[in-house]
């Protein structure tokens, strides 16, 4: 009986995993089919990345500019090699005044296929408060120390100096690697892939509060009973007419226009209790049936100017709060639907049950209703978070330089397309698997022990 037990246990050690066996791979035993598929695909990307970036210059250089490394300086200025005298010398005043603080700066001299030539600086100066814009010599360099930086009597202070042979081009930059704060900001307004970042959060949490308000809104009766205070809803119109009237004197005249702005705003008060669900539907309904394009395009180029006019330059959206504002709007309609979703999920006797220990309806849909309705939307809301990460790509067409235009001006200035695009399509990939995975741990940590 020893003697079997032992051929059996040896046979098991010596013989392929039958698991490996069933799946045509004799001989590993490795449980692929227990790893989650995205850990797989992550790992593919991960090898190609790496391989792509050690063999190929032009990925590294791609990668590099896509995140607008670096972090820690600021290209001032590029002087071009048709703006460089024939001996080398170059000159440079800086046209608008610089803010109070301290400033290292340096220059690098590029050849060709930027080949780096040589270096000169370094300047360290100070610019003190009140430091009027003249017109001075240029520094001397190199100028102050880390320690002691020179003060400055102006805040236009002029560069000068003299390439190296074969100089195409001459740049001077502003480094701040000692300075956090400086760093940070920088990180903040960098292109590429933190501009894509950051309109993707700040336009979703936009687009989030749009949907609960919205959501909200779907959820309330869209045929109530009018008459119940109607003639205290009227009464309230009246002061509100002649509101109107006082901000707008162009409408008292001719009388016809007022009674009908009259008739309009005691409808408006008189349909008050539909308005809600009326309102949010339209807004449902319309953005939804048009194309995120063509919404970033219509804030870019009709809403913005349109306001820009009207205010007289007060209110200028133009680059991020375009893209965000359109974003959001869009986004918001699909995230209302799923906020509607999640709350009519909810039983009606969690709201009666509320209503009838004495709380109000915002107290019920606040403490009873929304908490219950989160935990269930919570992948969806996921879902569109993911998907708003992608159509951040379309605000390239207003002319913002986040990942995709970052790849594009990128493939402009190499000519080379393959890996241009192979860079921002791996971007995106590993931020979406990323999100994916963060979705599937919220998922998995808000589910009911019962489910």
Do not use: C
């Amino acid at each position: 009986m020893d003697d079997d037990k032992k051929q059996e246990d040896l046979k098991r050690i010596l013989s392929p995993d039958e698991k490996a066996r069933h799946r045509g791979r004799l001989g590993l035993a490795i449980p692929w089919e227990h790893m989650p598929w995205w850990v797989i695909i992550t790992v593919i990307i991960a090898i190609f990345v790496f391989f792509s970036i050690v063999n190929n210059n032009y990925y590294r250089n791609a990668f590099y500019f896509v995140f607008d490394f670096p972090w820690n300086q600021d290209v001032v200025q590029n002087i071009q090699e048709t703006k460089i005298k024939k001996d080398g010398s170059w000159f440079y005043r800086v046209s608008k005044p610089m803010k109070p603080g301290k400033y290292h700066f340096r220059v690098e001299y590029y050849g060709e296929e930027k080949a780096l030539l040589g270096e000169d600086g370094p300047w360290y100066f100070e610019i003190p408060k009140d430091a009027p814009a003249e017109k001075q010599d240029p520094l001397p360099t190199p100028l102050g120390s880390p320690e002691e930086p020179a003060v400055l009597q102006t805040s236009t202070p002029a560069f000068a100096g003299k390439a190296p042979t074969g100089t195409k081009n001459v740049i001077i930059i502003d480094d701040f690697h000692g300075e956090p704060l400086r760093i940070l900001k920088r990180i903040w307004n960098a292109r590429g892939v933190m501009m894509t970042i950051k309109v993707t959060i700040i336009s979703f949490l936009v687009a989030l509060v749009l949907g609960l308000i919205f959501g909200i809104m779907r959820v309330a009766d869209g045929s109530p009973d009018l008459r119940p205070g109607i003639w205290k809803r009227l009464a309230i119109g009246i002061p509100f007419f002649l509101l109107l009237m006082l901000v707008t004197p162009s409408w008292r005249t001719p009388w016809y226009q007022a009674v009908g702005v009259f008739l309009a705003v005691e409808a408006f008060f008189a349909l008050l209790p539909a308005m809600p669900y009326t309102i949010s539907t339209l807004y449902v309904e319309i953005v939804r049936g048009v194309p995120m394009l063509v919404i970033i395009l219509y804030m870019g180029f009709a809403v913005t100017p349109a306001l820009r006019t009207a205010t007289d330059g007060n209110i200028d959206l133009r680059g991020l709060p375009a893209a965000i504002i359109g974003l959001a709007f869009g986004y918001g309609a699909y995230m209302a639907e799923v906020f509607r979703a999640g709350i009519q999920s909810i039983p009606k006797g969690q709201m009666e049950a509320a209503r009838s220990l004495g709380m109000t309806y915002a107290q019920a849909m606040r403490l009873v209703i929304l908490p219950q309705a989160i935990r269930l939307i919570l992948p969806p809301l996921g879902n569109d978070l993911i998907a708003m990460l992608k159509d951040t790509s379309l605000i390239s067409v207003i002319a913002l330089p986040e990942m995709l235009q970052s790849g594009r001006l990128w493939i402009s200035r190499n000519f080379r397309a393959f890996e241009g695009f192979n860079t921002i399509m791996i971007l995106y990939l590993v931020m979406t698997l990323f999100l994916s995975m963060m979705v599937r741990v919220v998922e998995r940590r808000s589910k009911l022990p019962s489910k």
